[in-house]
């Protein structure tokens, strides 16, 4: 007798049934070509349904070719919408083409299909001049796209060891912009792991030395970079014209930020982490399987639940706990994700809510899948974003904001900010209260002493705009809101997203470092090779001292 024979059961037939209804009111009619779907609420409502499950199934629509998902305006059905679904895989189909169980396709639109190196009989053969082109090689690859490489925008969170293996790549090949964002400053003990410093670069920003390196690599490439805390000081305007972010990163609270903003925002981002010879890559695609945020353990979720319980610790417990690296793992690593990332911006497929583990002793690699959390708190795709052209966090006000927002949404409108407001501190032993009006990123531990009795006092918090707030008059940016960030605003029954738009021209430029003279961060004698060089007399060059 033959053994019996399990085959898995496909996860996704809740959402495929929600696609199906929702396609049959396309094909009857009451959703006409060209037409918005409904809100994700109004859809969770009708249903009954989770919103995960909404999701999913709106991308089932819009990998089928039904719908179109213009992320941060909506859902929309497409001019000539097909009119069935192609037939469910099963688990073990997916399995076996190598992809993941969640309907997939990037959500980069528009998706081409791979092309293959055929030219038409009518177009000319193109022949890569490898003299003059530094892309040239890359014509080769049948699916390379110079156009797609060109346009794109990818976001590098982190200038460490990931970090600068990443930008490396990026830089070579080609892709058109990159912007980096780290909080730290260059010490001796990084550069054993990154190959964009350099000694004299000793207490210079990151995030500047690194753009400034990717830009002299390729000076093609546009650059940008942010000194600053990507939890706090990126708005999410940043986050929503990008189209891959990395995460080269060391911490879960800013993997944490990040997962949060790219899934609000409909975008894909690749995951990296490093300990000594171990490594792992995943990739997490809004809708598509798993985010961060699904992985994380009960005891993960406790320890953050726990630092956030002492707001003022919180943050700076994130700084403590380097993790021992090498530039071999940090390469092996970053080159997956820069690959990733590439993949993803020609529409090739990746495996979302997967997770590949290196590991660098016995050199094995093994990928599995998360499983997806339905009641997980990321899962948020912000609807149409509105553009507020003469909005700036710097003189943009929240009464302003208020009141754009009470327009649309009526007098019961609020604002919910992303950051805690701290308004007062307590001290419960002397009995007095100080008004204090800042973000809680802005807070330390020192500012919560008592400077009467030495005593940690209460902190009391807002987050919320309501109008009767002291700090109504304020501008949103002392209020901890970064520029080009997206407000939200709600009444009892939807939100509307408001980005401060005005703040685009000043937050997102691309344009570091294009004086080409400044790109070379020191100057340089040119060398020919079998000549010895004098070196000019320069200025001092600040050193990093090691002790
Ligand atoms: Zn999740
Ligand atoms: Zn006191």
Redesign the pocket.
Known sequence: MRPMKIVPIPRHTLARSVAEQLLNLITAGALKPGARMPSERALMDQLQVARSTVREALQILAASRIIEIRPGVGAFVRTHPRTRLPAARTARQAQRAGRSTAPHHASIAPVAPVAVAKPAPDEPIRVPDLKRDRLATFEFISWWERARVQAARVMVVGAGALGNEALKNLALMGIGNLCIVDFDTIEAANLSRSVLFRAEDGGEKKSLVAARRAKELNPDVRVQYFHGDVNTQIGLGVFRRMDVIIGCLDNREARLAINRFAYRMNKPWVDGAIQELFGLVRVFVPGQGACYECTLTEQARREIALRYSCPLLARQNILLGKVPTTPTISSIIAGLQTQDALKLLHGLPVQPGHVTHINGLTNDFHTTAYTPDENCASHWVYDEVRELADCQAATTTGADLLQIARAELGDAAVIELDQEIVTHLD?P??G?TTQVFQPISQVTHTDGQ?P??G?L?QVKMAHLITGAEPFMDRSLSTLGVPPLHILRARNADEYRFYELTGDLAATLHWSHFEDAARVHVHPRPAITLGQVVETPVEKPRPRIVVH
């Open positions: 001290c032993h002397c007095t008592c009467g009795c005593e006092r």
